[in-house]
């Protein structure tokens, strides 16, 4: 990893740079000890992007598994409607045949006062259970529907994000990457150094003394 380079540079080939004297060889190095803290943040901020773009795409995977469910459920809510509404059809298209559409095709067909009463009862009965459960199976698509819909948003949401982290983790390697270069035409400056030149900037610059404090001479009296 760039971060182990860099490191290795820092510790190794360059311990005690920071503090040699100044000169163009000296700046060199000190490029380089800041190119390889940059390299070491760099590297870090891409683990870190890393495991952003990992949680992202986990959640993006939840939120596709999601609206195949929700599909799978509206699908099903479609279909029930559906077929119930062909039976709809066919139990309209019998009643009307049979002449049972309406309260006066009831009076002609009923024989009795008793008769006719039952047949009425009997159709607001089916009719209204019909429409009931009609009524039940469309309520049960509109709400499929929506929560397909919630899912395709979510989902939609999740790759936008995760596409977002994406691109961040592709401009870190990059930088990785270039700052990778720099760090070695940076390193190539210091190997056409003769060895005194690298014993030079590797020596430690000299503590400065502090200066003394003179002491203070006791006051002496004239003898009377």
């Known amino acids: 990893m760039l971060v182990v380079t860099a490191a290795a540079l820092v510790g190794g080939v360059f311990t005690g740079a920071q503090t040699a004297t100044a000169d163009p060889n000296n700046d060199a190095v000190k490029k380089l000890n800041e190119l390889s803290r940059q390299a070491e943040a760099t590297s870090e901020a891409a683990n870190t992007?890393?495991?952003?773009?990992?949680?992202?795409?986990?959640?993006?995977r939840d939120?596709?598994?999601t609206v195949l469910a929700d599909e799978a459920v509206a699908k099903a809510a479609r279909m029930a409607v559906s077929t119930y509404q062909v039976d709809v059809n066919k139990a309209m298209v019998a009643a009307y045949m049979g002449g049972t559409t309406s309260g006066y095709g009831a009076v002609l067909t009923s024989n009795s006062p008793q008769n006719l009463i039952d047949q009425l009862s009997v159709q607001r009965t089916v009719?209204?259970?019909?429409?009931?459960?009609?009524d039940s199976y469309r309520a049960a698509q509109t709400s499929a529907?929506?929560?397909?819909?919630r899912s395709r948003d979510a989902a939609e949401a999740a790759r936008v994000a995760a596409e977002q982290a994406k691109n961040v983790r592709a401009s870190l390697q990059a930088k990785q990457s270039q700052l990778q270069v720099q760090i070695a035409v940076v390193k190539s400056q210091y190997n056409t150094l003769s060895p005194g030149q690298r014993a030079q900037l590797a020596a430690p610059a000299p503590v400065p003394r502090r200066p003394r404090r003179s002491r203070a001479r006791p006051a002496t009296h004239p003898s009377r």
Do not use: F, N, P, V
């Not at 992007?49 to 993006?60: F, G, P, S």
């Not at 009719?127 to 009609?134: A, V």
């Not at 529907?145 to 819909?149: G, L």
């Open 49 to 60: 992007a890393k495991i952003d773009l990992d949680a992202k795409l986990a959640a993006q």
């Open 63 to 65: 939120a596709e598994k």
């Open 127 to 134: 009719g209204g259970e019909m429409r009931s459960r009609m």
């Open 145 to 149: 529907d929506e929560a397909e819909q």
